[in-house]
């Protein structure tokens, strides 16, 4: 899935309004909910997808490795390898 079509499909506004979902109203869903627009915005951007693009990988492809590392510095407290090594060096 390229970038131009990640953007059509996950950033259009729906045809017919959708029902609310049934979150909780916590302190920490809320943090989540703040945190989730800056921590996403390596791969919505359009700069790093042009840079991802020229190095191989698609938008599904940068958005799976955004997730993993992130949650692996999250979860191991050191950074893993970098996947775009093989790509670029």
């Known amino acids: 899935m ?31 909910d703040a945190a989730e627009p800056i921590a996403t915005i390596s791969w919505w951007g359009r700069p790093v997808n042009d840079r991802l693009a020229a190095l191989g990988p698609d938008f599904l492809t940068g958005y799976v490795w955004g997730r993993a590392w992130s949650a692996a510095i999250v979860a191991g407290g050191a950074a893993p390898p970098d996947p775009y090594e093989r790509i670029s060096g």
């Open 2 to 32: 390229h970038y131009a079509q990640a953007r059509q499909l996950f950033l259009t506004p729906p045809a017919t309004e959708r029902p609310a979902a049934g979150i909780p109203d916590t302190p920490g869903r809320r943090l989540r």
